[in-house]
Nanobody, 114 residues
Framework: QVQLVESGGGSVQAGGSLRLSCVAS??????MGWNRQAPGKQRELVAT???????TYGESVKGRFTISGDNGKNTVFLEMNSLKPEDTGVYYC??????????WGQGTQVTVSS
């Protein structure tokens, strides 16, 4: 059974930084990443990283957010810099495995005040 444990959310002023972490267990994961959902909006891609280190980013976070991973520990990090109020939302860790497909964490709240 897949388990994803997220940490690192919180509140920060615009221009500040936060770092999110996610530890996955229960399978071998080909890709891990983060999505987010703001109130009243659909969930959107933030960033992903493959087991080979290939990264993808949502357009709104390019140049500000950096995703990294530790394959040996099934851990993914999201360094978020130059945060904006529109980055506010619940951030969900995502992990993809052949056996279980896409699994999601419980989510961690990020709030950016102006």
């Amino acid at each position: 059974q897949v388990q994803l444990v997220e940490s690192g959310g919180g509140s920060v002023q615009a221009g500040g930084s936060l770092r999110l972490s996610c530890v996955a267990s229960g399978s071998i994961f080909s890709t891990m990443g983060w999505n987010r959902q703001a109130p009243g909006k659909q969930r959107e891609l933030v960033a992903t990283i493959s087991i080979g280190g290939i990264t993808t980013y949502g357009e709104s976070v390019k140049g500000r957010f950096t995703i990294s991973g530790d394959n040996g520990k099934n851990t993914v990090f999201l360094e978020m810099n130059s945060l904006k109020p529109e980055d506010t939302g619940v951030y969900y860790c995502q992990a993809i495995s052949i056996r279980y497909g896409t699994s999601w964490g419980q989510g961690t709240q990020v709030t950016v005040s102006s």
